[in-house]
């Protein structure tokens, strides 16, 4: 079992930068994938980024590439999502999800999710 906490969430003007954490508890959070997700209202649960264990490597969504860094701190058991340049269509909740996975696809590739984080950017 592992559970997930997100945190940093809030308000930011376009063009600014947040930086929103997902702290891992239960298990040992290095041999997870851990990918990031949004979901705006009376939308989809959109995929932002993921971050694997198995090799280091980091993927990212075409919307927001170029735009956000997933680092984590597997001493902290804690995985950050960066965003800048933010835009008001990044307005959404956003959850981090984990999975033992070596290379999880979408949201059904993750079994483990937090509550989110409500992230607005205001224009």
């Known amino acids: 079992q592992v559970l997930l906490e997100e945190s940093g969430g809030g308000l930011v003007q376009a063009g600014g930068s947040l930086r929103v954490s997902c702290a891992a508890s239960?298990?040992?959070?290095?041999?997870?994938?851990v990918g990031w997700f949004r979901q705006a209202p009376g939308k989809e649960r959109e995929f932002v980024g993921v971050?694997?264990?198995?090799?280091?490597?980091?993927y990212y969504g075409d919307s927001v590439k170029d735009r956000v860094t997933i680092s984590r701190d597997n001493a902290k058991n804690t995985v950050y999502l960066q965003m800048n340049s933010l835009k008001p269509e990044d307005t959404a909740v956003y959850y981090c999800?984990?999975?033992?996975?070596?290379?999880?696809?979408?949201?059904?590739?993750?079994?483990?999710w937090g509550q989110g984080t409500q992230v607005t950017v205001s224009s």
């Open positions: 999800a984990a999975s033992s996975l070596l290379s999880p696809r979408g949201v059904r590739g993750f079994a483990y």
């Open positions: 239960g298990r040992t959070f290095s041999r997870y994938a």
């Open positions: 971050s694997r264990w198995s090799d280091g490597s980091t």
